[in-house]
């Protein structure tokens, strides 16, 4: 499976955005967000299993990001409202090609699109 992700850009604090993530080829089954700030490492965002019922967040997004996929489980969606600076980070999206279930065991990378809040 491959993954090509984007609609990052350049947003004001409070403001929102949606990323993208389009699968193709081999079944992409539980997905997820991951995200790096510059000089940080890697860090869950967020998750959702292969029917899109069950989904998970990092403490840090809960409440403003939602994550979700389309009916032919082929796009992942991140629906991220009232943004702040501390979210500014490149977005990755990954695709576990075995698993099912909400994890943050993933197989398959997407490339990064770049966030950047600004206050």
Do not use: H
Request: aromatic share 12%.
């Amino acid at each position: 499976v491959q993954l090509q992700a984007c609609g990052g850009g350049l947003v004001q604090a409070g403001g929102s955005l949606r990323l993208s993530c389009a699968a193709s080829g081999r079944s992409a089954y539980a997905m997820g967000w991951f995200r790096q700030a510059p000089g940080k490492e890697r860090e869950f965002v967020a998750a959702i299993s292969w029917t899109g019922g069950t989904t998970d967040y990092a403490d840090s997004v809960k409440g403003r990001f939602t994550v979700s996929r389309d009916s032919a489980k082929s796009t992942l969606y991140l629906q991220m409202n009232s943004l702040k600076p501390e979210d500014t980070a490149v977005y990755y999206c990954a695709a576990n090609t075995y698993l099912r279930g909400v994890t943050t065991n993933y197989n398959v990378w997407g490339q990064g699109t770049l966030v950047t809040v600004f206050s």
